[in-house]
């Protein structure tokens, strides 16, 4: 009796305090669940829903062949190609030589890294179209302009091309994109222990020589999952060659996201426009594998 007296006192309290537990996660489940539904339910109206009612427009058969027969498709998925290969590993090779300047601790060099990260910092449409009034070919565009009086010469239609315009959408591209890549890239090489290069020093290692053995081995998987991105972005971006070429001359400039873009608006046409961004997905999805596999199995150094 001794020992059912003193064990009851005990064991009541222990209820009650599971019970108290219980109650309390019934209440943050309840909390969890008020404060996810709004997320989801925005999740799924604005990147669910779009996503399956596109795949859906895209889903007739019937739009391939017309897609492949157009002669404005074949040449537009050619320059995106060029372009997002071309401007995309333009882009990542400056911005991993630019991080190695902008790591000098140097007081100039701190503001000129503030002066050099301003394009990233302005809006897209403005910053292009800026670019496509200096490029225009009379004399009222600021690059024919200067060589002409500077020079006496006369500059080239930029826009009368379809390649030159082209490289103009990459040129812009690039100025826009590459200070943020510097960024990132000089985010890595900061977390590079300086021991490294001090027993580099040590050993008689010149510059060539660390950027070879010690710089581009530790920074090979931020680059790399970095380009990866970049390059999954670069193909669904329209504004570069929206607002600087405009396609010229003739749509012979165009890639896959602004012809898409006129498929849908101009030629009224949304199921091929969804044809024409779902023709990507071959060259996407392989992508986007390797970037999840490739954040997976390494450690991004930051």
Not at 18 to 42: C, E, K, N, Q, T
Not at 197 to 211: L, N, Q, T
Not at 245 to 251: F, I, L, N, T
Request: charged share 15%; proline share 7%.
């Amino acid at each position: 009796m001794t020992d059912l007296a003193i064990r009851r006192p005990i064991a009541a309290p222990r209820r009650r305090r599971m019970g108290r537990h219980r109650y309390l996660r019934r209440s943050d489940l309840v909390w969890s669940i008020a404060f996810v539904v709004p997320y989801a339910a925005v999740f799924i109206t604005f990147v669910i829903y779009p996503m399956a009612y596109g795949l859906w427009m895209g889903s007739n058969p019937s739009l391939y062949p017309e897609l492949f027969a157009d002669p404005r498709y074949i040449r537009a998925a050619v320059n995106t190609l060029l372009f997002v290969a071309i401007a995309v590993n333009v882009k990542m090779f400056l911005a991993l030589l630019l991080s190695g300047f902008f790591a000098r601790r140097r007081p100039w060099i701190k503001v000129l890294l503030v002066i050099y990260i301003l394009p990233w910092t302005l809006p897209a449409v403005p910053a292009y179209l800026s670019f496509h009034w200096m490029m225009v070919a009379d004399h009222m565009g600021l690059l024919n302009g200067l060589l002409l009086a500077l020079f006496g010469i006369t500059g080239p239609g930029w826009f009368h091309e379809g390649w030159l315009a082209l490289l103009c959408d990459g040129v812009a591209y690039v100025w826009k994109w590459m200070p943020l890549w510097t960024l990132i890239l000089l985010a890595g090489r900061m977390a590079i222990p300086q021991d490294l290069y001090e027993a580099a020093d040590v050993d008689g290692a010149g510059g060539y020589r660390r950027f070879v053995h010690i710089t581009v081995p530790l920074l090979a998987n931020l680059y790399l999952i970095s380009t990866l991105i970049s390059t999954v972005w670069t193909i669904g971006d329209y504004t570069p060659v929206y607002f600087v070429s405009g396609g010229a001359p003739a749509m012979t400039s165009e890639v896959i996201s602004t012809l898409s873009f006129h498929y849908a608006l101009d030629y009224a046409n949304p199921q091929l426009a969804v044809a024409a961004g779902l023709s990507m997905l071959p060259l996407l999805i392989p992508l986007v594998i390797l970037l999840m596999r490739r954040l997976q199995r390494t450690e991004v150094p930051l």
